[in-house]
């Protein structure tokens, strides 16, 4: 029985990760849950599943509860988080929003946990630290994201070594094929209409501006120690086909399925066995009857070449300015204080004017991400 730790389990990847559990409880417990301002959906989880620990944003909802639920360890904030991720659980699941999973993982990292990471801003602006710490302390790093989930697939049984590329593969979003007079006028509610997947709000604008897929770049070279050389995006509208590997023989593996984040989720919760569903697989003859694929407007969606630009001086401040701006300014767009377009204009001024530092340990990895923050926020003021 696997004690689990979830850290935002009342978003999208928490909730579906809470009904794998739901559906397999001889094998899974919830031991820890957390959330931001969802509080009374963290509540009825907290009925629902008597957790040793919750966690709350601020200490007001986490007081409140504690006079509720008796049964429950309740903290708050991120020393919160950090309890929840170093407590007595078998595997954290680390389902947070943006730079808030940092510290958690690193910490976890260091207590040698095993983590299923659906945090990527956790390696974007912490990938060395972070893989050094789960080198240095045995810990281990499961994939969560559906494209990396699927790489690791590709790759059981084979050696990097023989790696000639990994694939990443995109839906493109609501505005495939747009150019940029039409990217000019998109509103939020257009922008937060995915084609395909159920995410939660700044991860789908992020696959709007086809940023998530830049950032996804930078976790993947982080996750399986392959430059940013080899790795490859192409947009595949389909979503079927979630990453592949090509080897230096030729042979190309993919992972396919439909899209369905409750897949990769459980893969990374049952490691290293697969946790058997009622769900069926693909119909071939109609679901994955007609797959395309298709190079990136990285013109248009200027957002990849940032990405790829920040990791390729891999051991510099570039990726935690690219994570930080970014956050800040889709949240400026969801407030509709910007525009659609602002987002990648911006990061890439800011990158444009950023003084590269090196070797950085976290706390210096955190000071950034404030100071980057603070400047995009006075950009725009």
């Not at 150019?179 to 084609?195: D, F, I, N, R, W």
């Not at 935690?320 to 990061?347: P, Y």
Request: charge should be negative.
């Amino acid at each position: 029985m696997k004690k689990i730790a979830i850290l935002g389990s009342t978003g999208s990847i928490g909730t579906q990760a809470l009904d794998v559990i739901s559906k397999n409880s001889d094998k899974f417990k919830v031991y820890a849950l957390s959330c931001d301002k969802r509080v009374d959906v963290l509540e009825e989880q907290i009925k629902k599943f008597a957790p040793k620990i919750a966690v709350t944003t601020l200490e007001s909802d986490a007081l409140k509860l504690s006079k509720q639920y008796p049964n429950t360890e309740f903290y708050f904030g991120t020393e919160g988080l950090i309890c929840a991720s170093t407590s007595d659980c078998d595997l954290v699941l680390n389902a947070l929003v943006g730079i808030s999973g940092l510290l958690p993982t690193y910490e976890a990292a260091l207590k040698g946990k095993e983590i299923a990471l659906a945090n990527k801003e956790t390696l974007v602006a912490g990938g060395s630290v972070v893989m050094e710490a789960v080198k240095k302390h045995e810990a281990t790093l499961l994939p969560v994201d559906s494209e990396h989930s699927a790489i690791m697939q590709c790759l059981s049984g084979n050696s990097l070594k023989q790696v000639r590329k990994l694939i990443l593969t995109a839906s493109g979003g609501p505005f495939r094929g747009w150019s940029l007079a039409q990217l000019g006028k998109v509103t939020v509610e257009q922008a937060l209409k995915h084609p395909n997947w159920s995410m939660g709000s700044k991860i789908t604008i992020d696959s709007a501006t086809m940023m998530n897929k830049g950032l996804e770049i930078i976790e993947a070279k982080w996750l399986f120690d392959i430059p940013e050389s080899k790795i490859e995006v192409l947009v595949h509208p389909q979503s079927i086909v979630h990453s592949m590997v090509e080897y230096c023989d030729g042979s190309v593996m993919a992972q396919m399925g439909k899209p369905d984040m409750r897949v990769p989720i459980s893969y990374a919760l049952g490691y290293p066995e697969r946790i058997e569903t009622e769900e069926r697989g693909l119909d071939f003859f109609t679901e994955a009857k007609n797959l395309t694929f298709e190079k990136p407007d990285e013109n248009t969606f200027r957002c990849l070449k940032l990405a790829r630009f920040a990791i390729k001086d891999e051991n510099s401040s570039y990726s935690v300015v690219l994570n930080a701006a970014n956050e800040v300014l889709v949240q400026l767009f969801l407030e509709q204080k910007i525009s659609f377009l602002d987002i990648q204009r911006n990061i890439e001024k800011i990158l444009e004017t950023h003084t590269p530092k090196y070797s950085q340990d976290i706390g210096a990895i955190i000071e950034l991400d404030k100071a980057v923050r603070q400047e995009v926020t006075h950009m725009q003021s």
